[in-house]
Protein backbone atom coordinates (compact mmCIF):
# COMPACT_ATOMS: atom_id res chain seq x y z
CA UNK A 1 0.00 0.00 0.00
CA UNK A 2 0.65 3.43 -0.05
CA UNK A 3 1.19 6.08 3.02
CA UNK A 4 2.53 9.29 2.73
CA UNK A 5 1.99 11.45 6.32
CA UNK A 6 2.67 15.13 6.84
CA UNK A 7 1.27 17.67 9.52
CA UNK A 8 -1.89 19.09 9.28
CA UNK A 9 -1.29 22.61 10.11
CA UNK A 10 1.95 24.80 10.19
CA UNK A 11 1.65 28.97 11.20
CA UNK A 12 4.48 30.63 10.97
CA UNK A 13 6.07 34.56 11.09
CA UNK A 14 6.30 36.56 7.53
CA UNK A 15 9.80 36.70 7.20
CA UNK A 16 10.57 33.54 9.24
CA UNK A 17 11.53 29.93 7.53
CA UNK A 18 9.44 26.98 7.77
CA UNK A 19 10.29 23.46 6.90
CA UNK A 20 7.34 21.30 5.98
CA UNK A 21 8.51 17.18 6.67
CA UNK A 22 6.89 14.52 4.45
CA UNK A 23 7.48 10.41 5.13
CA UNK A 24 6.35 8.00 2.51
CA UNK A 25 6.10 4.19 2.57
CA UNK A 26 4.87 3.51 -1.08
CA UNK A 27 5.46 0.04 -3.21
CA UNK A 28 7.87 1.62 -5.25
CA UNK A 29 9.21 5.06 -6.04
CA UNK A 30 9.90 7.09 -9.04
CA UNK A 31 10.08 10.62 -7.52
CA UNK A 32 8.97 12.81 -4.84
CA UNK A 33 6.96 15.99 -5.84
CA UNK A 34 5.69 19.06 -4.03
CA UNK A 35 2.84 20.96 -4.68
CA UNK A 36 1.56 24.31 -3.32
CA UNK A 37 -2.55 24.48 -3.56
CA UNK A 38 -4.50 27.98 -2.67
CA UNK A 39 -7.84 28.12 -1.33
CA UNK A 40 -10.61 27.17 -4.18
CA UNK A 41 -7.69 26.98 -6.87
CA UNK A 42 -5.80 24.00 -8.54
CA UNK A 43 -2.19 22.99 -7.05
CA UNK A 44 0.41 23.94 -8.80
CA UNK A 45 4.08 22.38 -9.09
CA UNK A 46 6.57 23.62 -7.17
CA UNK A 47 9.78 20.96 -7.16
CA UNK A 48 10.44 17.52 -7.65
CA UNK A 49 13.12 15.12 -5.75
CA UNK A 50 14.16 11.84 -7.56
CA UNK A 51 17.86 11.81 -6.23
CA UNK A 52 18.92 12.54 -2.59
CA UNK A 53 19.34 15.89 -1.89
CA UNK A 54 18.63 19.21 -1.68
CA UNK A 55 16.71 21.09 -5.08
CA UNK A 56 17.01 24.81 -4.39
CA UNK A 57 14.53 27.15 -6.61
CA UNK A 58 14.72 30.55 -4.97
CA UNK A 59 12.86 30.94 -1.98
CA UNK A 60 11.50 27.21 -2.08
CA UNK A 61 14.41 24.13 -1.23
CA UNK A 62 13.19 20.60 -1.04
CA UNK A 63 14.76 17.53 0.13
CA UNK A 64 14.87 14.15 -0.32
CA UNK A 65 16.38 11.13 1.97
CA UNK A 66 14.95 7.95 -0.25
CA UNK A 67 16.69 5.27 2.55
CA UNK A 68 14.74 7.12 4.60
CA UNK A 69 11.50 8.06 3.21
CA UNK A 70 11.80 11.30 4.08
CA UNK A 71 11.54 14.54 2.28
CA UNK A 72 11.29 18.26 2.97
CA UNK A 73 10.24 21.92 1.80
CA UNK A 74 11.86 24.65 3.08
CA UNK A 75 10.65 28.09 2.40
CA UNK A 76 12.72 31.06 3.27
CA UNK A 77 11.76 34.66 3.65
CA UNK A 78 7.71 33.49 4.16
CA UNK A 79 5.42 36.08 2.77
CA UNK A 80 1.68 36.52 3.44
CA UNK A 81 1.12 35.46 -0.07
CA UNK A 82 3.10 31.57 0.82
CA UNK A 83 -0.29 30.88 3.15
CA UNK A 84 -1.18 28.05 1.37
CA UNK A 85 -1.73 24.13 1.69
CA UNK A 86 1.35 22.64 0.61
CA UNK A 87 0.73 18.85 -1.02
CA UNK A 88 3.56 16.45 -0.80
CA UNK A 89 3.17 13.43 -3.51
CA UNK A 90 4.99 10.38 -4.70
CA UNK A 91 5.37 9.09 -7.75
CA UNK A 92 5.22 4.98 -7.40
CA UNK A 93 6.31 2.75 -10.49
CA UNK A 94 3.24 2.25 -11.91
CA UNK A 95 2.54 5.53 -13.13
CA UNK A 96 0.23 6.53 -10.13
CA UNK A 97 0.97 9.66 -7.70
CA UNK A 98 -0.12 9.47 -3.99
CA UNK A 99 -0.94 12.38 -2.51
CA UNK A 100 -0.25 13.26 0.81
CA UNK A 101 -3.39 15.29 3.25
CA UNK A 102 -1.63 18.44 2.36
CA UNK A 103 -0.16 20.49 5.16
CA UNK A 104 -1.80 23.50 5.39
CA UNK A 105 0.31 26.75 6.21
CA UNK A 106 -1.03 30.18 8.08
CA UNK A 107 1.49 33.35 7.76
CA UNK A 108 0.88 35.47 10.46
CA UNK A 109 2.28 39.39 10.03
CA UNK B 1 -6.62 29.29 -24.25
CA UNK B 2 -3.61 28.20 -22.37
CA UNK B 3 -2.78 25.57 -19.90
CA UNK B 4 -5.37 22.89 -18.52
CA UNK B 5 -8.97 24.16 -19.09
CA UNK B 6 -11.98 22.53 -16.87
CA UNK B 7 -15.82 23.01 -17.52
CA UNK B 8 -18.18 23.72 -15.81
CA UNK B 9 -16.24 25.23 -12.62
CA UNK B 10 -19.51 24.30 -11.03
CA UNK B 11 -22.35 21.67 -11.05
CA UNK B 12 -25.18 20.73 -8.77
CA UNK B 13 -27.04 17.28 -9.87
CA UNK B 14 -29.21 15.15 -8.63
CA UNK B 15 -28.91 11.70 -7.79
CA UNK B 16 -31.17 10.62 -11.14
CA UNK B 17 -29.15 13.34 -13.61
CA UNK B 18 -26.39 12.21 -16.17
CA UNK B 19 -24.34 14.68 -16.68
CA UNK B 20 -20.39 15.39 -17.91
CA UNK B 21 -17.15 17.13 -17.21
CA UNK B 22 -14.70 17.93 -19.95
CA UNK B 23 -10.98 18.64 -19.58
CA UNK B 24 -8.78 20.02 -22.34
CA UNK B 25 -5.33 20.83 -22.28
CA UNK B 26 -3.35 23.06 -24.19
CA UNK B 27 0.19 21.81 -23.55
CA UNK B 28 1.14 19.14 -25.89
CA UNK B 29 0.69 16.37 -23.02
CA UNK B 30 0.56 12.51 -23.82
CA UNK B 31 -1.22 12.01 -19.95
CA UNK B 32 -4.23 13.14 -18.82
CA UNK B 33 -5.54 12.52 -15.40
CA UNK B 34 -8.91 12.84 -13.34
CA UNK B 35 -8.72 13.45 -9.43
CA UNK B 36 -11.50 13.95 -6.43
CA UNK B 37 -10.46 16.41 -4.04
CA UNK B 38 -12.73 16.03 -0.97
CA UNK B 39 -12.80 18.28 2.11
CA UNK B 40 -10.00 16.80 4.62
CA UNK B 41 -8.98 14.40 2.40
CA UNK B 42 -6.02 13.73 -0.16
CA UNK B 43 -6.36 14.15 -3.23
CA UNK B 44 -7.35 10.88 -4.76
CA UNK B 45 -6.29 9.36 -8.34
CA UNK B 46 -9.59 8.30 -10.26
CA UNK B 47 -8.25 7.73 -13.85
CA UNK B 48 -5.46 7.93 -15.81
CA UNK B 49 -4.99 8.17 -19.56
CA UNK B 50 -1.10 7.72 -20.63
CA UNK B 51 0.79 6.38 -24.08
CA UNK B 52 -2.76 5.26 -25.21
CA UNK B 53 -2.99 3.33 -22.53
CA UNK B 54 -5.66 3.72 -19.68
CA UNK B 55 -5.15 2.97 -16.13
CA UNK B 56 -7.40 3.11 -13.35
CA UNK B 57 -8.44 3.17 -9.65
CA UNK B 58 -10.08 -0.53 -9.05
CA UNK B 59 -12.09 1.23 -6.02
CA UNK B 60 -13.51 3.90 -8.67
CA UNK B 61 -17.19 3.00 -8.75
CA UNK B 62 -18.78 2.41 -12.16
CA UNK B 63 -21.21 5.40 -12.21
CA UNK B 64 -18.00 6.85 -12.90
CA UNK B 65 -16.65 6.54 -16.34
CA UNK B 66 -13.59 8.06 -18.23
CA UNK B 67 -13.08 8.83 -21.77
CA UNK B 68 -10.74 9.48 -23.60
CA UNK B 69 -11.28 10.24 -27.40
CA UNK B 70 -7.50 11.73 -28.39
CA UNK B 71 -4.08 13.34 -26.27
CA UNK B 72 -5.63 16.73 -25.49
CA UNK B 73 -9.28 15.80 -24.13
CA UNK B 74 -10.76 14.10 -21.34
CA UNK B 75 -14.15 13.44 -20.30
CA UNK B 76 -15.65 11.88 -17.03
CA UNK B 77 -19.14 10.84 -17.22
CA UNK B 78 -21.45 10.47 -14.43
CA UNK B 79 -24.49 9.11 -14.13
CA UNK B 80 -26.94 8.04 -10.76
CA UNK B 81 -24.16 9.44 -8.37
CA UNK B 82 -24.56 9.75 -4.61
CA UNK B 83 -24.31 12.80 -2.35
CA UNK B 84 -20.87 11.44 -1.23
CA UNK B 85 -19.59 12.21 -4.55
CA UNK B 86 -20.15 15.63 -4.32
CA UNK B 87 -16.37 17.30 -4.34
CA UNK B 88 -13.94 19.20 -6.46
CA UNK B 89 -13.05 17.04 -9.48
CA UNK B 90 -9.56 18.14 -10.73
CA UNK B 91 -7.97 17.30 -14.13
CA UNK B 92 -4.53 17.06 -14.78
CA UNK B 93 -2.15 16.08 -17.39
CA UNK B 94 1.59 15.89 -18.30
CA UNK B 95 4.32 14.50 -20.38
CA UNK B 96 5.41 11.12 -20.06
CA UNK B 97 8.21 9.33 -21.55
CA UNK B 98 8.37 5.10 -22.70
CA UNK B 99 11.34 5.07 -20.48
CA UNK B 100 9.09 6.47 -17.90
CA UNK B 101 10.28 9.25 -16.71
CA UNK B 102 8.07 11.48 -14.13
CA UNK B 103 7.25 14.98 -15.37
CA UNK B 104 5.36 17.82 -13.01
CA UNK B 105 1.69 17.31 -13.52
CA UNK B 106 -0.28 20.75 -14.72
CA UNK B 107 -3.94 21.00 -13.07
CA UNK B 108 -6.75 21.98 -14.15
CA UNK B 109 -9.06 24.51 -12.19
CA UNK B 110 -11.72 22.12 -11.46
CA UNK B 111 -15.35 21.52 -11.18
CA UNK B 112 -16.93 21.70 -7.75
CA UNK B 113 -19.60 18.80 -7.97
CA UNK B 114 -22.66 19.04 -5.38
CA UNK B 115 -25.00 15.96 -5.69
CA UNK B 116 -28.50 16.82 -4.02
Known amino acids: GQNIDQPTEMTATEGAIVQINCTYQTSGFNGLFWYQQHAGEAPTFLSYNVLDGLEEKGRFSSFLSRSKGYSYLLLKELQMKDSASYLCAVRSSARQLTFGSGTQLTVLP | ETGVTQTPRHLVMGMTNKKSLKCEQH?????MYWYKQSAKKPLELMFV???????ENNSVPSRFSPECPNSSHLFLHLHTLQPEDSALYLCASSQETSGGRSYEQYFGPGTRLTVT
Open chain 2, 27 to 31: LGHNA
Open chain 2, 49 to 55: YSLEERV
